[in-house]
């Protein structure tokens, strides 16, 4: 629909692996979301090997949000955040966010995904928890 629909308002058609269900607005370990002191209300809070896939159904715009690692990763962890279009093994990659260490910057992500039906999100690392902040579609009227 016209708007901004947040991902963890709506369930995801598949995942990767039983072992890291994404959490929705809240950090994997069941805080507030928390990238470097900035706390989100919406989101959500993965670890290391997840990966997620949504049905935009084509009716999508922009997908945004924020990455960045957990403050509760260990310390010297590093991540990498990636929105795969369809799944991990036919899709192309449209966003990578590139290593990220604990402590870093978080990133911005404003990509367009008009027309794209399915989208993933996949987070990697070595025991990292990672977070998807305000992670949301956007619709325009078509």
């Not at 929705?24 to 997620?52: A, V």
């Not at 957990?70 to 966010?97: H, M, N, Q």
């Not at 402590?103 to 399915?118: C, T």
Request: proline share 1%.
């Amino acid at each position: 629909k016209a708007g901004t629909t947040y991902l963890s308002d709506i369930y995801y058609i598949m995942k990767k692996d039983r072992s890291a269900d994404p959490v929705m607005d809240k950090s994997y370990n069941g805080k507030k979301i928390t990238i470097n002191g900035k706390i989100y209300e919406k989101g959500i809070g993965c670890k290391n090997g997840s990966l997620f896939m949504y049905k935009l159904n084509g009716k999508a715009d922009r997908l945004q949000a924020v990455v960045g690692l957990d403050e509760a990763s260990p310390d010297s962890t590093s991540g990498r955040f990636r929105i795969l279009v369809e799944d991990f093994f036919g899709g192309k990659t449209i966003y990578d966010s590139g290593k990220m260490d604990k402590g870093d910057e978080e990133k911005v992500i404003d990509i367009d995904v008009s027309n794209l039906d399915l989208i993933s999100l996949e987070f990697t690392g070595k025991n990292a928890l990672g977070n998807w902040a305000d992670v949301k579609a956007v619709a325009h009227d078509k």
